[in-house]
């Protein structure tokens, strides 16, 4: 679907909104095509509490994968799919501690939903029959962490029905022997390019006449803008304005000393968030709250 997506991605890059997208019979199809596979894609359902919920987990020697799905009247209804990958010493776990954490990272995804429901966990690894055991570690702190969920555990064989979707996400990463020395090539070119190129003092003082302290520290965009309107153009003038603002001195500063957002953005269903309210406050001398 990336690949797929990516003349869609390309065509809007350097939108403008003064001007028309050249939509050709390439993209038009292109553009059918991913209506076509969004609209095929799995169907899915909030979970009815009622229902007998099955969590299946897996883990490959990448990743990780997880499949919740529940029974109603007979009929298989997909609730939610997990796929991560395994990175840095994560990859050199014992298969033991790797399947042990897919169960827990699907625990800790799915915490909102299955926290205070009964649901059952399948697996198909039989040596998941240690985490009962007296452990130490990592796979201990998993273990302390599930004891108060309200769950049952048994095994599958890996070629059973359900089992295969959570091996399949397991395996929809990336293997990172094959790319450990990959580079994002519009990154790279880009970075080189900036740290490259020479801005000649002309085109400093045309530069300086609109990023500057009484026209304002703008971003990239903006000082375009402001020289696109004025009528100034000269070769690679992104790349000179990006050059610009990184070598200008108060840009550096504040961008040091900007605070840090800790929230996070909401992408999928079921997120929680904890919000906080004051009232009975006064107007200070400044007519402010």
């Known amino acids: 679907m990336n690949d ?30 991913s209506r076509r596979i969004i609209a095929d894609c799995q169907q899915l359902f909030l979970m009815d509490e009622n229902a007998r919920i099955t969590l299946q987990t897996d883990a490959s020697d990448f990743g990780t994968g997880g499949y919740l799905f529940q029974k109603v009247d ?28 897919g169960i827990f990272y699907c625990f800790k995804v799915l915490e909102d939903m299955l926290k205070h429901v009964k649901f059952h966990l399948k697996t198909d690894h039989k040596n998941l029959v240690y985490i009962n055991c007296a452990l130490t570690g990592k796979v201990a702190r998993w273990k302390l962490y599930m004891q108060d969920w309200n769950f049952t555990v048994s ?11 959570p091996d399949k ?21 880009l970075a080189v390019a900036v740290a490259q190129v020479a801005i000649s003092d002309a085109e400093y003082a045309i530069i300086s006449s609109q990023h500057n302290a009484i026209r304002g520290h703008s971003g990239v965009d903006v000082t ?48 929680v968030i904890c919000a906080d309210h004051f009232r009975n406050t006064r107007k200070d001398t400044s007519t402010h709250w």
């Open 224 to 271: 375009l803008n402001r020289l696109r309107n004025g009528g100034y153009t000269f070769p690679n003038l992104e790349l000179k304005v990006r050059t610009f603002i990184r070598k200008c001195p108060l840009c550096q500063l504040t961008s040091q000393i900007k605070s840090l957002v800790k929230a996070q953005n909401f992408t999928t269903a079921f997120q």
């Open 155 to 165: 095994w599958v064989e890996g070629q059973e029905e359900h089992q295969q979707v």
């Open 169 to 189: 996400l397991s395996r929809l990463v990336s293997n990172p022997e094959e790319t450990e020395t990959s580079i994002d090539t519009e990154t790279a070119v």
């Open 4 to 33: 797929l997506l990516q003349p869609l991605r390309n065509m809007v890059e350097r939108y403008d909104k003064h001007k028309r997208l050249e939509w050709t019979q390439e993209l038009i199809t292109i553009y059918e095509e």
């Open 74 to 101: 007979n009929m298989v209804q997909v609730i939610m799919c997990i796929s991560k990958a395994l990175v840095g010493a994560q990859l050199r776990w014992s298969v033991r501690e790797k399947e042990c954490y």
